[in-house]
């Protein structure tokens, strides 16, 4: 079966500090897209990236880094210095044939 | 603004009803994805169209069906509602498959079942 495990339910850090949101995944299959998508205050889910399993460089876009381990099933998301704007709920998702499973998300509460 | 827009915004009903929600992609998107959203289940995908065609099925109850038409827009179909099926239910949209590319998500439609 698979599945997405975000175990951080919520968190909060004060602006300009650093944060990592965990994504830990279960599947058997060797071929699968991960992806991470923010949900902001206003509702709309935004695209942040997609990486496929045989992809484990790490991505850096400006602020935001992933951390892709195939050994540890992980595929964490890392804000650097975090701004107020971050503050948002932030899924993880894993595909595969095109069935989709999103962790139950993180809560992310940057405090001005 | 992604593109992809849904209506009606906010459906109130009562139990026992049937709703029809809509969506129509981004221009040039082939795919259709519906998901559900509640606090609860989480986001749960629930069905996802490519081209007129139903290509992959989640955790869609059989009170609940979709199409997609040849404009390419879709619609949702929720009967027999009851008050656990309040929820937001997201459209979203993609040039190819699922697993190849971004999808751009519609702002939802929130339903409340009374």
């Known amino acids: 079966a698979q599945k997405v495990t975000q175990a951080q339910t919520e968190i909060s850090v004060v602006e300009k500090e650093d944060v990592t949101l965990d994504c830990v995944y279960e599947?058997?299959?060797?071929?699968?897209?991960l992806f991470w998508y923010k949900q902001p205050p206003s509702g709309e889910l935004v695209f942040l990236i997609r990486?496929?399993?045989?992809?484990?460089q790490n991505e850096i876009s400006g602020r935001y880094s992933w951390n892709f381990q195939k050994s540890t099933s992980s595929f964490n998301f890392t804000i650097t210095a975090s701004q107020v704007v971050d503050s948002a709920v932030y899924f993880c998702?894993?595909?595969?044939?095109?069935?989709?499973?999103f962790g139950k998300g993180t809560r992310l509460h940057i405090l001005p | 603004d992604s593109g992809v827009t849904q209506t009606p915004k906010h459906l109130i009903t009562a139990t026992g009803q049937r709703v029809t929600l809509r969506c129509s992609p981004r221009?040039?998107?082939?795919?259709v994805y519906w998901y559900q959203q509640s606090l609860d289940q989480g986001l749960q995908f629930l069905i996802q169209?490519?081209?007129?065609?139903?290509?992959a099925k989640g955790n869609i109850l059989e009170r609940f069906s979709a199409q997609q038409f040849p404009d390419l827009h879709s619609e949702l179909n929720l009967s027999s509602l009851e008050l656990g099926d309040s929820a937001l239910y997201f459209c979203?949209?993609?040039?190819?498959?699922?697993?190849?590319?971004?999808?751009?998500f519609g702002p939802g439609t929130r339903l409340t079942v009374l």
């Open positions: 990486r496929n399993s045989f992809d484990e």
């Open positions: 979203a949209s993609s040039v190819g498959v699922a697993e190849r590319g971004e999808q751009f």
């Open positions: 599947t058997r299959d060797t071929t699968y897209y």
């Open positions: 221009s040039g998107d082939l795919s």
């Open positions: 998702a894993l595909i595969r044939d095109d069935k989709i499973i």
């Open positions: 169209y490519y081209n007129g065609e139903e290509r």
